[in-house]
């Protein structure tokens, strides 16, 4: 790949800024100083901009702690975006949310510009089991658990079987589904009778957010290391 281009996908500076620094030496090579803007580059060259190592990267994996007030879209007229919280170390990708959480549902969040990966993350043929935590405004019951498990017909789709745990408390529950429809978990509560009042999501496979994250975080993991905890497949 021209040197140029390795650095302009992998920073987010344009080419001509590029070609500017390469005339001004700020561009190594194998610790030695660029001087051509063409110069091809490979896995195994170590390049540097500014003193500082570049890595060439295609596609990014990143997990979010999503706020609540954010609409998990790239662009919005009317909410800020889940995207405005990306940092300009990654604004130039152009990653998007793989599935979607409500405005008002906090919690992990995948973002990704590798387009067969999101849809391995949200296509209910995958099985990628979502984990929520819920609080409920009536207390959940023993009979509930049967309506998650044997899956609802509603009348956009009809749900997969859902696991429902309920706690100590028993008007917080942990719920897991397969899918990611609109509001299908405050749905599914709905149907049983309860409302939820707050809504997390809490794992997606069993990847998790670091202990002691706060809403607004951000984390990026290598494409192996997130398939792993997903459990799909590296190669898609």
């Known amino acids: 790949m021209r040197l140029d281009k390795f650095l302009s996908e992998s920073t987010g500076f344009s080419r001509k ?40 990267k295609k596609y990014v994996y990143l997990v979010l702690n999503k706020p609540a007030g954010y609409v998990s879209a790239a662009e919005d007229k009317r909410y800020p975006c889940v995207t405005e919280l990306i940092g300009e170390e990654y604004a130039h990708y ?95 509560a709905e149907r049983v009778g309860k409302r939820v009042t707050y809504l997390k999501r809490v794992a997606v496979g069993s990847l998790t957010l670091p202990e002691g994250s706060v809403p607004g975080d951000i984390f990026e993991f290598e494409k192996e290391r997130i398939c792993e905890k997903i459990g799909i497949a590296r190669d898609i």
């Open 17 to 56: 800024e590029i070609k500017g620094m390469i005339k001004t030496g700020e561009v190594k090579v194998n610790g030695a100083a660029a001087l051509r803007p063409e110069l091809k580059v490979g896995e195994s060259d170590a390049v540097e901009l500014r003193g500082r190592e570049v890595r060439y």
């Open 94 to 188: 152009g990653a998007f949310p793989a599935g979607r959480l409500d405005i008002d549902t906090e919690g992990l969040l995948i973002l990704t510009n590798d387009g067969a990966f999101a849809h391995a993350v949200t296509s209910p043929k995958k099985q990628v089991f979502k984990r929520y935590f819920a609080r409920l405004d009536k207390p959940a019951e023993e009979e509930d658990k049967a309506a998650f498990s044997s899956g609802m017909e509603f009348k956009d789709f009809t749900a997969m079987p859902a696991k429902l745990e309920i706690c100590a408390d028993p008007h917080e529950v942990f719920i897991e589904i397969a899918e990611g429809k609109y509001h299908q978990v405050k749905r599914m």
